[in-house]
């Protein structure tokens, strides 16, 4: 590889031992290092990337401790490691069954050379789809599939992977989106930072491979798509399709293969697929005899142990929010006594009241000193308006701002006198006014540009600095 520039994968796979050995061998001829996430396969997945590891092959195998799929959390987490850890220039993210070639044949390593900042970089899609009736003796991947679909016709559903420079995300924060098919950032750079369809670079994509494959791929990948709290209306739309014809059909034979793979992100169910010969070019390649690529895929196993999986999960969640039912329970009870509960922390306050971190206490009441001590009695009586769940998720709030001197009192207190004179804790009434009245917690935090840049915190309903607190900062959202 040329040494002006390095170039690395990143990758998140699971369950994917049919194609993982032919993924990691071809594109190791094109990238300088590939990272790859285990997501807790249960097939041979990670054996077979260990084994590929032990060869010498340039690939950073990691295991996933959290089997959550946060898909979009965790390539960001490795888009930064690849930057930070590993340096790298150019960055591609892949999933196992992408494939990056040229459109001129040839090593696309010298494509991906040429690229610069503060471009980023799409390379089009193209589906590949099985033909039984020939290759049955080959196991690589790109020389065992090599029909595609004919999507120059414009109904077809284009769709593409980005490619990123690193100063992207080392100067403009870029974040990429589920699928990886574009980029977020701070509406402010929208001027700087331009998309480019690049002409040289395609990625040749092989979502179905066999039978077995399918309906493993589609069932366990459907039931991890809808568990997903990342999940937006439409996502996945083509896995979904899927699994209710594998429902419907109870098995199926190698021509519905064919038609899943021939419709895969097709957004035109009336248009005519038509097929072409347009095998990927492998000239260049060195290293692509599989070696441990030995079984067949397992589907009943991997839908089985997703299915455990999912229903520990919801058994796990179930006794948390028990746990906190409870726990309010509790606090609901302490609180029937309220009056009496003051009067037994008022001496409390007084002995520490020097401790406060805000100097406006002759504007405020002994109930305001209390409630600034222990802000839970505050948030306890708001619970009916608030619900447990984002009670709770206040009450860590609450902390995490307070820790992480993310309200700044002198501000807030000095651009909102009438605060001041309520003698109301500062990050209490941000957390349950302040935020709704578009006020500013310190001056570089604006909770409505927060809403605007980030939907799914708008959609969950929690304060934007409270979300930021407990997600955003370690998340490295825009502010």
């Not at 029909?147 to 992207?168: A, F, N």
């Not at 369809?197 to 066999?210: E, G, K, M």
């Not at 009067?343 to 504007?363: D, P």
């Not at 600034?372 to 306890?380: D, T, Y």
């Amino acid at each position: 590889m040329d040494d002006n520039k390095k170039i690395f994968s990143i990758s998140m796979v699971k369950n994917e031992m049919d194609v993982i050995e032919s993924f990691v061998r071809y594109n190791c001829n094109i990238f300088d290092g590939m990272i790859i996430l285990d997501n807790g396969s249960t097939d041979d997945t990670i054996q077979i990337l260990n084994q590929l590891k032990n060869e010498g092959l340039s690939i950073f195998v990691l295991e996933d401790e959290d089997r959550n799929f946060d898909k979009i959390l965790k390539m960001n987490q490795l888009l930064h490691k690849a930057v930070n850890e590993f340096n790298a220039d150019i960055i591609v993210p892949l999933d196992a069954d992408e494939f990056i070639v040229s459109n001129h044949n040839g090593n696309p390593n010298k494509f991906l050379e040429k690229l610069e900042s503060p471009n980023y970089y799409v390379a089009k899609w193209k589906i590949y789809v099985p033909d039984f009736s020939k290759n049955e003796d080959k196991k690589f991947i790109p020389s065992k599939i090599t029909q595609v679909r004919d999507d120059s016709l414009e109904d077809r559903l284009d769709l593409y992977k980005v490619i990123l420079p690193k100063e992207l995300v080392i100067n403009y924060d870029v974040k990429l989106t589920r699928g990886s098919h574009t980029i977020t950032y701070d509406p402010k750079y929208e001027d700087i930072l331009k998309r480019v369809v690049n002409p040289d670079l395609q990625i040749a994509h092989f979502p179905i491979r066999s039978k077995e494959q399918t309906i493993s791929k589609v069932s366990v990948g459907w039931l991890n798509a809808i568990s997903s709290t990342e999940k937006r209306p439409g996502d996945s739309y083509h896995w979904k399709k899927i699994f209710s014809q594998i429902k419907e059909l109870e098995r199926i034979e190698d021509e519905d293969v064919v038609a899943f793979a021939s419709e895969f992100s097709h957004k035109n169910e009336e248009s005519i697929i038509k097929l072409e010969e347009d095998p990927v070019d492998i000239s260049y390649c060195k290293n692509i005899t599989l070696k441990y690529t030995n079984k067949k895929v397992n589907p009943m196993s991997n839908l089985l142990e997703a299915c455990e999986w999912l229903s520990l999960s919801y058994l796990n969640t179930k006794k948390e929010n028990n746990s906190l039912e409870e726990k309010f329970r509790k606090y609901k009870i302490k609180s029937m006594n309220f009056e009496h509960l003051l009067q037994q922390t008022a001496y409390k306050l007084e002995e520490t009241e020097n401790e406060l971190i805000f100097s406006t206490n002759r504007y405020r009441s002994l109930t305001q000193r209390i409630i600034s001590r222990f802000p839970s009695i505050f948030m306890f009586l708001k619970l009916t308006r608030t619900g447990i769940k984002n009670t709770f998720i206040n009450w860590r709030g609450y902390h995490a701002i307070k820790n992480n001197n993310l309200l700044n009192f002198g501000y807030y207190l000095s651009k909102n006198p009438d605060v001041k004179l309520t003698g109301q804790d500062p990050i209490i009434h941000y957390i349950y006014y302040g935020s709704n009245e578009g006020r500013k917690p310190n001056p570089e935090f604006d909770g409505e540009n927060y809403l605007k840049s980030h939907k799914d915190v708008k959609k969950s309903n929690i304060n934007p600095l409270v979300h930021y607190s407990l997600y955003g900062m370690e998340e490295k959202r825009i502010k």
